[in-house]
């Protein structure tokens, strides 16, 4: 994946505790910061999922498809249910 060079500010604590940890585990600070971001972005989960699927590119969007009417279509279910009038007793 492509890198981009960024300029960003941070608390000196935090670029400490950055320091530290590329310091203890043999990394950089950019390396340490990206990591922390895509964890804290879900974006190791995406990834650690993809890498575990067996599904090609045709069957993950036919499923997510498959996914979002089932989803439509249970959001629809309820509306029809909230627009009858209520039973009194």
């Not at 935090?14 to 590329?22: D, Y």
Request: aromatic share 2%; charged share 40%.
């Amino acid at each position: 994946m492509a890198k981009v060079r960024t300029t960003l500010t941070i608390d000196e604590e935090v670029l400490r505790a950055v320091k530290v940890r590329a310091a203890r585990s043999g990394k950089g600070d950019s390396e340490v910061i990206e990591e922390a971001l895509r964890r804290d972005l879900g974006l190791d989960l995406l990834d650690r999922l993809w890498a575990g699927s067996s599904l090609d590119v045709d069957a993950a969007d036919a499923l997510a498809i498959e996914a979002q009417h089932a989803v439509r279509s249970d959001q629809l279910d309820r509306s029809d249910r909230s627009d009858r009038p209520k039973r009194r007793h």
